[in-house]
């Protein structure tokens, strides 16, 4: 019979094959390179550098740093030299690294996903960097989950404050993300293309890693540089300021959750991969997957070694008289709480996790949590009131008690959650 301690290293190995699989600079050293003086996507031509004068960097998101240095590190120094490359990215604290001659700006605190005046103030910079460009520049934008908070210029007549204040009404109903960056649209002078209409490059090559479940450019981080999605949902138009706009889509969920697949195989378990489509199970409310993975967890008991490995992003509807906790966290938590109610202990083989890629669940310093049968142990030992956290999503103090937390911090990248069941004998 398999042990915690075995099933949790196992469970963190999967993990961490995951993130690799979507850490932003080696996506774009994989992606990218310069070869004959042209800019080669998957080695074919994309852009004749030879005739580029300049190049700005520019964009947001939880990963924008390490895209925008595995920018540079493909250039390399004589071309960041050649074409005085600059830039700037905003991202949020604790997503910063080293990205050469791209300015790197943490405008909003980790863990409160809600624009501030920094953010503010870095994107009309970015604003005016593509706004000076000519004819023959290069804007290269990349463009990551997390990004709608952290590129925004509202529009005159809306307060920022409002802008804010909708987007907690909006996320507190369990509005998905595609709802709330439509409403951020609305608002947003920068969003829905925006962004590329103030470009006045002859190009705007745009590198996005994906947070959206079925990959919607218009919704990823609001789709700065996207037209009406009717008209090229590809993303690839001409602006009318004669910017040829291309995008391309470096990595998605299921870019990680083929990783956390992979790594389970080698580890000797049998996969079952479940990717996420959009409207799909994986999508439901964190309670509804929670139950399902629990009745998956308890039919597969005694049957490994076997790995359930599915990509997708709850919903919560937050009470108003809530507690702390995240979509994970409330997953987890309802899976528990569904084992619990059908008066069967929790099998000693098998472990249940749900976590976000970005390090980040709700207003906490979790990425997610796991359940095992020393964490529900402990919940039971504690007396815990599990249907009354779940109602309240207040999951991150019951959990944290009873050391069912994931906690990595923020992991620089972003491509929704990924989740677990292993049952290993």
Do not use: F
Request: hydrophobic fraction near 50%; include cysteine.
């Amino acid at each position: 019979m398999a042990d915690a301690p075995r099933l949790r290293a196992d469970a963190a190995t999967i993990r961490a094959a995951a993130l690799a699989a979507v850490a932003p600079a080696p996506l774009v050293a994989r992606r990218l390179s310069v070869a004959d003086g042209r800019l080669t996507l998957d080695g074919g031509p994309l852009i004749d550098l030879e005739a580029v004068d300049r190049i700005v960097v520019l964009g947001a998101g939880k990963a924008a740093a390490g895209l925008a240095a595995g920018v540079i590190g493909v250039l390399g120094p004589p071309r960041l030299a050649r074409h005085r490359v600059t830039g700037l990215v905003s991202v949020p604290a604790g997503c910063t690294c080293d990205a050469g001659p791209v300015k790197v700006r943490a405008t909003r605190p980790a863990g409160v996903n809600l624009p501030t005046a920094d953010v503010v103030a870095a994107t009309r910079e970015i604003v005016d960097m593509v706004a000076n460009l000519g004819p023959r520049d290069l804007a290269i934008a990349v463009v990551t989950g997390g990004g709608s908070a952290l590129l925004e210029a509202p529009r005159e007549s809306v307060p920022l404050a409002a802008m804010i204040a909708l987007t907690e009404r909006l996320a507190a109903a369990g509005a998905d993300i595609a709802t709330l960056n439509a409403a951020r649209r609305d608002l947003s002078a920068v969003k829905g293309g925006g962004l590329a209409r103030a470009c006045a490059a002859g190009r705007l090559l745009v590198l996005v890693l994906s947070d959206v479940i079925g990959d919607d450019l218009a919704v990823i981080a609001s789709g700065p540089c996207m037209p009406d999605a009717s008209t090229s949902p590809a993303g690839n138009w001409t602006t009318p300021r004669g910017c040829r706009v291309d995008h391309v889509l470096l990595g998605t969920n299921a870019t990680a959750v083929e990783a956390a697949a992979h790594a389970a195989r080698d580890l000797g378990y049998r996969v079952t991969v479940r990717h996420a489509v959009p409207g799909g199970d994986t999508q439901a409310a964190a309670e509804a997957v929670g139950r399902r993975l629990a009745a998956e967890a308890l039919a597969a008991a005694g049957a490994g070694p076997l790995a359930i490995i599915e990509g997708g992003e709850a919903t919560v509807l937050v009470p108003a008289n809530h507690g702390v906790g995240g979509r994970n966290q409330q997953t987890v938590l309802a899976a528990i709480d569904a084992v619990r109610g059908s008066a069967a202990a929790w099998p000693a083989d098998v472990l249940l996790a749900s976590i976000g890629t970005d390090g980040e669940d709700g207003p906490t310093n979790a990425a997610g949590a796991v359940a095992d049968a020393d964490v529900v142990t402990a919940i039971t030992a504690a007396g815990s009131d599990v249907p009354r956290a779940l109602a309240r999503c207040d999951a991150y103090p019951l959990l944290a008690a009873a050391g069912g937390l994931v906690v990595t911090g923020p992991t620089g990248t972003n491509v929704a959650d990924v989740r677990l069941v292993l049952v290993r004998v």
